[in-house]
């Protein structure tokens, strides 16, 4: 028994004793173990070169993510530009939309038309205050409703424009100012002398001229297309920016990047009632380059 005493107790000194040598060497910094500056550094390199293997396979895919996004962007900076035009050359007075410049797709070109508001038919051949076209006149009654928003001084009542000599708004031959707000179903204007009688007896509203500019560049860096409007009516059809009346006109720009351009205008598509206006806009940007065409037909019956 005494023996077996001995033992147990040796035992338990002995455990004792590495107990507390185990907890001296968790204790001790100098026993514990970390990272050398060596291994850091490998760490380093491996996590560099699978970074860079990486990226080599991200690549192609990032910039054709890049190129998708810019040929998207090019597309519709084009396709909102010309929908624009074509919206717009859709209301144009007959026979008043007119092209000048070199339009050859790289030097400046211009396009220019008459917008109408409004219009109607007025009274002729039924009694009542017609439109006499034998002396100037400065009243006549509109059959149905009266167009709204007549501006006097501003808007102005044009009838059968041919667009030729005689009969030409450009040249203030069939046009003449609103004078007064209408008064019921009369129409006030500026006293008169209408060149010609329309066969259909219809009259269109028209304010001021619009402007589309093409202004493009090789690469597309610096070229424009823009919008003027709210300028004085002019024999000649404006061709400078930087002169009157486009240099003090309203104006918007409607596409940048611009690398060619090109107006077309055929008076006579469809037996002298229909033109054509064809329109080609090239976007340019980073070497890559979208080119639109669209065709808008414009009503030449006056």
Known sequence: MMENRIEDRGLRIESNRLRGKRRSSILDPRSSKGFTLVEMIMVIVITGIIGGIVAVFLKAPVQQYVDVARRADMSDIADTALRRIGRDLR??????????????????????????????????????????????????????????????????????????????????????????????????????????????????VISAPVSYVCSPVAGGAGGTLTRYWGYAIQVTQPSNTAVAPLSTANNALLATHVSSCRFSYDAFVVAQRSGLVTTNLGITEEGETVTLYSAVHVSNQP
């Open 91 to 204: 209301l144009a007075l007959p026979n008043s939309v007119r092209v000048t410049g070199t339009c050859d797709g790289t030097a400046a070109c211009f396009i220019e038309f008459l917008p109408t508001k409004g219009g109607g038919r007025y009274r002729a051949g039924m009694g009542g205050d017609e439109l006499d076209f034998t002396v100037a006149d400065s009243t006549f009654e509109v059959l149905g409703p009266m167009p709204t928003g007549l501006v006097a001084g501003t808007d102005q009542i044009v009838v059968y424009n041919l667009g030729i000599a005689g009969a030409d708004t450009y040249a203030g031959d069939n046009r003449a100012t609103v004078s007064a707000p209408p008064a019921g179903a009369v129409a006030n204007i500026a006293s008169k002398l209408f060149p010609f009688d329309s066969p259909g007896h219809r009259f269109h």
